[in-house]
Protein backbone atom coordinates (compact mmCIF):
# COMPACT_ATOMS: atom_id res chain seq x y z
CA UNK A 1 0.00 0.00 0.00
CA UNK A 2 1.49 3.28 -1.33
CA UNK A 3 1.81 6.36 1.69
CA UNK A 4 -0.84 9.25 0.75
CA UNK A 5 -0.24 11.64 2.89
CA UNK A 6 1.77 15.03 2.73
CA UNK A 7 5.43 14.12 3.09
CA UNK A 8 8.14 16.77 3.66
CA UNK A 9 10.21 18.17 0.93
CA UNK A 10 14.37 17.55 1.40
CA UNK A 11 15.96 20.13 0.68
CA UNK A 12 20.12 21.19 1.94
CA UNK A 13 19.09 22.79 5.36
CA UNK A 14 16.61 20.00 6.42
CA UNK A 15 18.60 17.04 4.93
CA UNK A 16 20.72 16.55 7.69
CA UNK A 17 17.35 16.00 10.28
CA UNK A 18 15.98 13.89 7.72
CA UNK A 19 18.95 11.40 7.24
CA UNK A 20 19.27 10.95 11.05
CA UNK A 21 15.49 10.32 11.21
CA UNK A 22 16.03 7.59 9.04
CA UNK A 23 18.33 6.52 11.54
CA UNK A 24 16.40 6.57 14.25
CA UNK A 25 17.96 9.62 15.52
CA UNK A 26 16.64 12.78 16.56
CA UNK A 27 19.33 15.60 15.31
CA UNK A 28 19.15 19.43 16.13
CA UNK A 29 21.01 22.49 14.52
CA UNK A 30 23.89 23.36 16.96
CA UNK A 31 25.53 26.29 16.76
CA UNK A 32 29.56 25.84 17.96
CA UNK A 33 29.62 29.36 18.29
CA UNK A 34 27.29 30.20 20.70
CA UNK A 35 25.67 27.21 21.71
CA UNK A 36 22.44 27.74 20.76
CA UNK A 37 20.37 24.63 19.53
CA UNK A 38 17.32 24.82 17.69
CA UNK A 39 14.57 23.54 14.96
CA UNK A 40 13.87 24.03 12.23
CA UNK A 41 17.07 24.89 10.82
CA UNK A 42 18.53 27.85 9.16
CA UNK A 43 21.52 28.96 6.86
CA UNK A 44 22.47 31.05 9.86
CA UNK A 45 22.87 31.01 13.48
CA UNK A 46 19.52 33.62 14.82
CA UNK A 47 21.29 34.49 17.85
CA UNK A 48 25.22 35.09 16.63
CA UNK A 49 24.96 35.11 12.94
CA UNK A 50 27.65 32.47 12.46
CA UNK A 51 27.54 30.36 9.37
CA UNK A 52 29.40 27.36 10.75
CA UNK A 53 26.01 25.31 11.82
CA UNK A 54 26.51 21.85 13.11
CA UNK A 55 23.98 18.85 14.24
CA UNK A 56 23.93 17.22 17.72
CA UNK A 57 21.91 14.24 18.81
CA UNK A 58 18.97 15.33 20.53
CA UNK A 59 17.45 13.32 23.71
CA UNK A 60 14.37 12.41 21.83
CA UNK A 61 12.94 13.59 24.85
CA UNK A 62 10.71 16.43 26.03
CA UNK A 63 7.69 17.56 27.68
CA UNK A 64 4.20 17.94 26.40
CA UNK A 65 3.00 21.95 25.72
CA UNK A 66 -0.13 21.55 23.92
CA UNK A 67 -2.36 18.97 21.42
CA UNK A 68 -5.57 18.71 19.44
CA UNK A 69 -7.06 15.75 18.53
CA UNK A 70 -7.92 15.98 14.85
CA UNK A 71 -11.69 15.07 13.89
CA UNK A 72 -11.36 16.24 10.14
CA UNK A 73 -9.32 15.10 7.50
CA UNK A 74 -7.89 18.17 5.55
CA UNK A 75 -6.04 15.46 3.44
CA UNK A 76 -7.92 12.04 2.51
CA UNK A 77 -4.57 10.48 3.36
CA UNK A 78 -5.84 10.73 7.18
CA UNK A 79 -9.18 9.49 7.19
CA UNK A 80 -8.67 6.42 8.01
CA UNK A 81 -6.62 7.64 11.22
CA UNK A 82 -9.40 9.81 12.51
CA UNK A 83 -9.37 11.58 15.26
CA UNK A 84 -5.74 11.66 15.10
CA UNK A 85 -3.78 13.72 17.55
CA UNK A 86 -1.58 16.85 17.10
CA UNK A 87 1.23 17.73 19.53
CA UNK A 88 4.16 20.58 20.53
CA UNK A 89 6.73 19.16 22.24
CA UNK A 90 9.05 21.41 24.11
CA UNK A 91 12.41 19.19 23.37
CA UNK A 92 14.57 18.91 26.93
CA UNK A 93 17.28 20.56 24.44
CA UNK A 94 14.29 23.79 24.07
CA UNK A 95 13.57 23.86 20.88
CA UNK A 96 9.43 23.58 20.22
CA UNK A 97 8.17 20.72 17.78
CA UNK A 98 5.23 19.55 16.05
CA UNK A 99 4.50 15.99 16.00
CA UNK A 100 1.95 13.65 16.43
CA UNK A 101 1.16 12.21 19.59
CA UNK A 102 0.88 8.30 19.30
CA UNK A 103 -0.90 5.59 21.11
CA UNK A 104 -1.40 7.67 24.00
CA UNK A 105 -3.84 8.18 27.03
CA UNK A 106 -7.18 10.04 27.19
CA UNK A 107 -5.98 11.43 30.46
CA UNK A 108 -3.27 14.03 29.21
CA UNK A 109 -1.74 16.92 30.99
CA UNK A 110 0.39 19.80 29.68
CA UNK A 111 3.96 18.80 31.16
CA UNK A 112 3.77 15.37 30.52
CA UNK A 113 6.82 13.94 29.89
CA UNK A 114 7.32 12.29 26.33
CA UNK A 115 9.75 10.71 24.06
CA UNK A 116 10.04 10.30 20.39
CA UNK A 117 9.40 7.12 18.71
CA UNK A 118 10.38 6.97 14.70
CA UNK A 119 7.56 5.75 12.21
CA UNK A 120 8.94 5.15 8.49
CA UNK A 121 6.47 5.78 6.37
CA UNK A 122 7.90 5.34 3.38
CA UNK A 123 11.77 4.21 2.00
CA UNK A 124 13.11 7.33 2.20
CA UNK A 125 11.22 9.34 4.82
CA UNK A 126 10.82 8.55 8.50
CA UNK A 127 8.76 10.70 10.70
CA UNK A 128 9.45 11.51 13.84
CA UNK A 129 6.51 11.36 16.43
CA UNK A 130 6.09 11.37 20.26
CA UNK A 131 4.68 9.11 22.73
CA UNK A 132 3.91 9.30 26.69
CA UNK A 133 7.34 8.25 28.36
CA UNK A 134 6.60 5.84 31.14
CA UNK A 135 6.89 7.58 34.64
ZN1 LIG B 1 25.32 31.21 17.31
Redesign the pocket.
Known sequence: MSYNKPLPRIDTLNKPFWDGAKQNKFLLQH?P????TRFPPGPI?P??L?DGQTWIEAAGTGVLESWVDMHRAYWDGFKDDLPYRVCLVRLTEGPVVASNLVNSPDNLKMGMKVKVVFDPVTDEITLPKFTIAET
Open positions: CACGDCKCS
